[in-house]
Every structure is written in C-alpha cells, then in structure tokens.
C-alpha cells in the first residue's frame, strides 16, 4: 500500500496542466511550483507556488510539502535534486535518470554503452575538432548544445568547414532562454557542443514506456511524428506501414532503455527511421510527452496518468489503443485569438473531435493546445484533426474541405 498522497510537480506549462484530470481521478493531491503567476497549469491546480526551480531554497521549500516530486520538463540542475534525495526526498524521476534526458552528450555515451542504435557522434572542443568531424563522416553535420534546447532550438545544421564557427559562437554568447532552462545553476554544468553525423531520415517514430516504481514497463504502440521547424505538427498511431514484429522491437528498445536507464514514470524515445527500416535514437524525454497526447483520449490509460501512478507507486493501467487509428494534431497560435470561441464551429462540424487547449496566450507558433481525433480510416481521421487545428489556428473556415 503506496503513503504518497501529494505529489509535487515542478514546472508550470501544458504538461503539468494535463496532469490535473489524472491526479484528481486517482485522489491524488497536486501541488505546483510555477515559474510565474497564471501559467498554463496554475491556472487548473489550486496549490501553487510561484519561485525559481532552480534556487535551492525554493526547491526544498516547496518539495518538504510533498511525499513525492516530479517534472513538467527536465531543466531542474540535478545537483538540487541529488541534495533533495539525500535529504529523503522521493525524486521520480531521480536525478541519475534524469541526467540522460538533460544532458545529450551523457545520453550518448550511456545508450552507446548499452548497445542501442546511435548516430556516430562525438564531443567537440573546438571548430578544428568540428572539422574533422565533418570531414571523416561526410558533411553535412548536426552540431548541438548538449544541455537546453527544445523545439529545434540549440540544433544546428553545419553544412561544410566555413559553418563550423556557428555552434561555438552560441555556445560562447550570454546565456539566453535556452540555456537558462537547460539547469545551470551558478554552480551547474554548462553545454558542450556534441557532433553528430546526419541522418537522412524517412520518418520519425516514438516510443513511449511507463515504468513502475517496481521496475514493471509497458509501452505505449509505436508513433510517427511530424515534425516542421523542430517542432511537433502530428501524431498518428499506431505508425502506419510497420509490421507487428517491428513494433513490438521498437517497444522493446524503448523498455530497454527505461529500464536500464531507472526511470521511475513516463519515459518518450524519439527515433529516426532510415530507408532500410532500422533506427536511430535522436532524443529522449523524461515526462509526459508531445507525441503520447494522442492517449488521453485514445488509449486506455493516458499517459498522464501512468506517470502519475508511477511516482505514487501504483500499478501501471493498461497502455493499448482503444481504436484503431489516433491521429493527434497541434493547434499553434495563429490570427485566431478566442480559442474558447473558436470551439462552437469545430465541434459543431464534428462533435467527436476531443480538444485540449492550454490557458496560453495566442503567439505565432506558440503550441496552445491540441486535437485529437479517432477512427478506423487514417485518411478520414487524419483529415478530421487537421481541418480542426487549422481552423482554431485560422488558417480554415470550411472545415468539410479535405475531409
């Protein structure tokens, strides 16, 4: 019989708002520590603290109210949260897990290490050691900062030697939003560039495992991703075009690293499939994920659920689909600004679609929520979730047109 009855969630944004309809279901106590008033998630969850994550003081402070802490993203430095784990605090993640998904070059070496597919890549500390790193795999080369950076920021495309100043140039400048979210503390670890061959990639695939605090995984089915300018557009599962065997190997690669790795709740593999049908690990994350959205609605527990039963120690629900296609599509923020109003016409044309909208400001390009729609056919459901984000985006005003 698991004590945990609060857990705290640190980090403000989407994915600690859709924690709320889980916790409340399961009698779970939320309580959130916000990096500003108002956020997506202070908006839904009543006991809120407004502080830096990163200021020990408020860290302890906050996690001594808890019987367990967890995360809407992974840029807490992971000095605090050893300090706090040695203090008896319950860290689920813990911070040893939660370094691989900090920290890409760690990542690297620990999944070389375990024999789970990698581009070739490589620590560089200058543009000479860039260089030749470009000049033995063949140009282009991926170079990225290996703490900070989400949505494709922090990654740079190098296509020949005259380019190979650009990562350094960002890794030298003050540190900027990136970079102030990746942990450093004034103490903490500051990026390095990791090299990495380019991958010439056919789709994009994720893997998503929950794993228990006793060790026990189970996967989510294999999802292909869209993605357009680093950031996710569409989700469809299961992937379409990939046999039983081959899903069931990649779910298998996703529970490997989970456990190897020790996570203790929802662990997200991002994949890069080549023509050939293999696969390289491109990202991991250690929380609730963009691509795994789609099983809030769709499957027969949301991922944001067994996360939480994760930390709290509860057995892990069942992770299989409750139709046959789930195609989930972003709404970033366009010319339409009333999202709330926007609802009445979407929903009127199609009263199935299930819509999560996030409490955020309307900016270009900003994710502020998202559709989910379900079916048997992936034409017809794919069309139904794309005419429905575009119209909320107000990129739409006939939404029969492609459906």
């Not at 279901?25 to 997506?40: F, V």
């Not at 569409?234 to 992937?239: N, S």
């Not at 769709?298 to 057995?315: D, K």
């Not at 409750?322 to 709330?340: E, H, K, P, Q």
Request: glycine share 10%.
């Amino acid at each position: 019989m698991t004590g945990i009855r609060t857990i705290g969630v640190v980090g403000g944004g989407q994915l600690a708002r859709m924690m709320a309809p889980a916790a409340a279901a399961l009698g779970l106590n939320l309580k959130l520590l916000a990096e500003a008033p108002g956020s997506s998630a202070a908006q839904v969850i009543a006991d809120v603290t407004v502080g830096d994550y990163a200021d020990a003081g408020v860290l302890g402070a906050f996690a001594s109210g808890c019987d367990a802490i967890t995360f809407d993203h992974e840029h807490v430095p992971t000095d605090l949260l050893r300090d706090l784990k040695a203090s008896g605090v319950l860290v689920r993640p813990g911070p040893d897990a939660l370094e691989h998904a900090q920290d890409k070059a760690v990542m690297r070496a620990r999944l070389t290490a375990l024999g789970l597919p990698c581009p070739r890549w490589r620590v560089v500390d200058s543009v000479a050691d860039l260089v030749a790193f470009g000049r033995e795999t063949g140009w282009p080369v991926i170079a990225k900062l290996s703490r900070g950076g989400y949505d494709g920021k922090g990654v740079f495309k190098i296509e020949s030697d005259a380019d190979a100043n650009v990562p350094f140039a960002a890794l030298e400048g003050p540190l900027g939003p990136t970079e102030r979210e990746s942990a450093t503390s004034a103490s903490g670890p500051r990026p390095v560039i990791l090299a990495e061959e380019f991958i010439d990639f056919t789709r994009e695939l994720s893997v998503i495992v929950a794993r228990g605090a006793d060790g026990r995984c189970l996967a989510y089915p294999v999802t292909e991703t869209v993605q357009a300018d680093g950031i996710c557009r569409e989700t469809t599962t299961p992937a379409p075009a990939l046999s039983a065997e081959r899903a069931d190997a990649l779910q298998a690669l996703g529970i490997a690293a989970a456990s190897e790795l020790g996570v203790v709740g929802l662990l997200a593999v991002e994949l890069m499939e080549l023509a050939d049908g293999s696969v390289v690990v491109n990202e991991l994350a250690m929380r609730p994920h963009n691509t795994g959205h789609w099983a809030i609605d769709g499957a027969r527990t949301s991922q944001f659920e067994n996360h939480l039963r994760a930390v709290a120690g509860l057995p892990l629900g069942p992770t299989d689909a409750t139709a046959a296609v789930a195609v989930m599509s972003n709404i970033l923020g366009g010319s339409r600004d009333d999202l709330v109003g926007g609802l009445a016409d979407v929903l009127a044309a199609d009263p199935a679609l299930r819509v999560q909208l996030y409490g955020k400001a309307v900016k270009p390009g900003r994710k502020v929520g998202h559709v989910t729609a379900l079916g048997d056919d992936l034409a017809t459901v794919a069309g139904r979730a794309r005419a429905a984000s575009e119209a909320l985006e107000g990129r739409r005003t006939n939404l029969e047109e492609d459906r």
